[in-house]
């Protein structure tokens, strides 16, 4: 039976675990930072804008009500009424009275939005599939994505901030 002092301090992180952690957290901000640029570059849309953009594709009649969205996104809903008001400017959503709840408002794609998406999605595709698939053998994505189930599960499991 391991004694106290063998055993790993539950409160700081042993040096693999310090570089497991720091190699994931370069991986997760590197992607994102490159998916971002990516889309910024080619198209002039963040990758903030995007997220929405296809939140909004993807829904009937694409158009959701803002606690959707922000459910969707896991943004606040400051966020999210931040993150529409640009894109309102930009041409890229509408908002709309609800006429179920007058305390809510939906965003609505526009044929503008439609437009972005899909003169985006083609590069952006690419690039996660460079940055991604091809990184990866089809063994290290299956196990990737068992990586990213279980972590998701944990994190869903966590309380609420």
């Known amino acids: ?3 106290a002092r063998t055993k790993p301090d539950p409160r700081k992180l042993t040096a693999e675990e310090d570089d ?3 190699s994931f957290y370069r991986m997760r901000r590197g992607f994102d930072r490159a998916l971002d640029a990516q889309l910024q570059r080619d198209a002039g849309v ?3 804008e995007l997220e929405v953009l296809m939140a909004l594709v993807r829904s009937p009649g694409r158009r959701l009500r803002v606690r959707e969205l922000s459910e969707i996104t896991g943004w606040e809903k400051s966020r999210i009424s931040h993150q529409v008001t640009r894109m309102v400017a930009r041409g890229f959503v509408e908002r709309q009275e609800c006429a179920e709840d007058l305390r809510a408002s939906y965003v609505h794609l526009t044929g503008e939005g439609r437009r972005v998406v899909v003169r985006v999605l083609p590069e952006h595709t690419a690039t996660i599939r460079r940055l991604l698939f091809d990184a990866l053998t089809p063994e290290q994505q299956e196990e990737f994505r068992e990586i990213s189930h279980r972590m998701n599960e944990a994190i869903a499991a966590e309380p609420e901030a």
């Open 46 to 48: 963040s990758i903030s």
């Open 1 to 3: 039976m391991p004694s």
């Open 20 to 22: 497991l952690f720091s």
